[in-house]
Every structure is written in structure tokens, then in C-alpha cells.
């Protein structure tokens, strides 16, 4: 998984944050909690032997031999990812407010195909929409145009 492959699947997971035209702070927090739980390696990158990884720092470096402590498990703490979306929060925003904002999403899905495990990305998106109460169209339709482009629905 490259660093653009890692914020794509970040991009898309906040995209449910913002379908909905309102920011609340559970679907905010379900972000966090959700994404720091995923292990880029073992979630995404299951054959990762002789492939680049990405550690926490965001930065790529090529795998250590194996030691006592498995170093393809690289997950980022809630702090990074909170730093993440406040970086991107403005721009996952105005690409959503667009009247071509399809365009934007669909270019995530298809940097996104070659992905293992998809229905991870789609889970996270999911408890994201659900942290308010509410599942809101503009959210589930997000998440039905994933499904379906990636051939999941």
C-alpha cells in the first residue's frame, strides 16, 4: 500500500462524514476510532513480503526481516488520524460540494479496486454514517456507489 493508496482510503472513509452536509462530532470521533483500528498491512496488503509499507509516520520504507515483533502492522494513533482530518477536512468538503463530486469519488473507487478486502473501507463507512443515529441518504448512497462500482452489491 502506497501513501496515496493509505489517504485515498482515509478520503473515502471521511467522504460519509461530509455526504450529509453536516459535520457532527460522533461521526468525527467513529473516523478516529474506526480508522486507528485498521492494520494497513493485514487489512489491505495480505501479501506483503517484497512490497513497500506504510508505517505510521506516513512515510513508505521497505519491510525489516522478521523479528520477534511483527513489523508489517503499522496502524496510526488516534492523534495522527485526528491531524489527518483536520488537514483534509476542507478539501474532502469542497470536492463534495461540487456538482461533479462523483467524478472525485469515482477516481477514489478506481485508485482503490486493486485493494484486498474492500469490505473493510465499506464497514468503516458504514459505523461512520450510523455514529449519529441516523443513516442519511446522501450516506448510503455514498456507500451503495462503492459497492456497486466495485462489483460488491
Do not use: C
Amino acid at each position: 500500500m502506497t501513501v496515496d493508496d493509505f489517504n485515498n482510503v482515509l478520503r473515502l472513509m471521511a467522504a460519509i462524514i461530509f455526504a450529509d452536509k453536516h459535520v457532527y462530532d460522533s461521526e468525527v470521533s467513529a473516523f478516529v476510532n474506526s480508522a486507528s483500528q485498521l492494520n494497513l498491512d493485514r487489512d489491505f496488503n495480505p501479501n506483503t513480503e517484497n512490497q513497500l509499507v506504510v508505517t505510521p509516520n506516513l512515510s513508505i520504507k521497505a519491510p525489516r526481516p522478521a523479528e520477534n515483533v511483527d513489523p508489517l502492522s503499522p496502524a496510526l494513533s488516534r492523534s495522527q488520524l485526528s491531524d489527518w482530518y483536520e488537514t483534509n477536512k476542507n478539501h474532502i468538503r469542497d470536492e463534495l460540494s461540487t456538482p461533479f463530486y462523483k467524478d472525485w469519488f469515482y477516481n477514489l473507487l478506481d485508485q482503490l479496486s486493486d485493494l484486498p478486502n474492500k469490505e473493510t473501507i465499506l464497514s468503516v463507512m458504514r459505523d461512520i454514517s450510523m455514529a449519529d443515529g441516523k443513516v442519511h441518504i446522501n450516506e448510503r448512497a455514498l456507500i451503495t456507489l462503492a459497492e456497486r462500482h466495485w462489483g460488491l452489491r
